[in-house]
Nanobody, 120 residues
Framework: QVQLVESGGGLVQAGGSLRLSCAAS????????MGWYRQAPAKQRELVAA???????NFADSVKGRFTISRDNAKNTVYLQMNSLKPEDTAVYYC??????????????WGQGTQVTVSS
């Protein structure tokens, strides 16, 4: 069994910063790409940032220059550093990971989500 556990969400004022973490655990053989998505009320879930196993990254245009994504492969953890936060960044943030388990099964797993609220 594989699971992703997120942490680090909360309430912050506009212009502030938050750091999200997502740790994968369980019967993991390898992890390919990891990423962060977000979903605001009445909106579709959208990609925020992603990082490959080799460290290549991509970002949504709306967060470029403000957010960074990184990963610690030894800890099976992905991070999202969010700076210069805006009220429009308010959403539930989900991490996901493309994981190959020890059984050989390859599957994309999702975390439970963490709320980020940015007040104006």
């Amino acid at each position: 069994q594989v699971q992703l556990v997120e942490s680090g969400g909360g309430l912050v004022q506009a212009g502030g910063s938050l750091r999200l973490s997502c740790a994968a655990s369980g019967s993991i053989f390898s992890i390919n790409a990891m990423g962060w998505y977000r979903q605001a009320p009445a909106k579709q879930r959208e990609l925020v940032a992603a990082i490959t196993s080799g460290g290549s990254t991509n970002f949504a245009d709306s967060v470029k220059g403000r957010f960074t994504i990184s990963r610690d492969n030894a800890k099976n953890t992905v991070y999202l550093q969010m700076n210069s936060l805006k009220p429009e960044d308010t959403a539930v943030y989900y991490c996901n990971a493309d994981i190959v388990s020890v059984s050989g099964l390859r599957k994309v797993y999702w975390g439970q989500g963490t709320q980020v609220t940015v007040s104006s």
